[in-house]
């Protein structure tokens, strides 16, 4: 999880390759196709938006914010295999905001 509550201290866009390894992430184990767009999807919510997120928020505020998912709970997504909940987006997204800072984005 992530330890900061604010993003705000965010750097900078992370490269298109920063992106597409953590789209493909974790590399030892087996990804679906809906691992693979949730991170693809993640990976370009916008800096401003990124910078307002705060992991103390409860779920409610999250889809609030995020304002992609459906009225029955899962998130709007392209192409998927499965339902992403609330915990599963929260999950992957402070996976992103540290690695990114892992690399200094």
Not at 21 to 35: G, H, K, M, Q
Not at 48 to 77: I, P, R, T
């Amino acid at each position: 999880m992530c330890a900061a509550t604010n993003h705000s201290e965010l750097m900078s866009d992370p490269s298109d390759e920063a992106k597409r390894v953590f789209e493909n992430l974790p590399e030892d184990i087996s990804s679906d196709e809906t691992d693979i767009g949730l991170r693809a999807h993640i990976t370009r919510i916008p800096e401003a938006m990124l910078a307002e997120y705060d992991s103390s928020w409860n779920d409610e505020q999250v889809v609030e914010w995020e304002g992609n998912f459906k009225d029955d709970g899962g998130l709007m997504l392209v192409c998927c295999e499965r339902e992403v909940e609330v915990a599963e987006f929260r999950q992957v997204l402070e996976e992103w905001l540290d690695h990114r800072k892992s690399i200094g984005s």
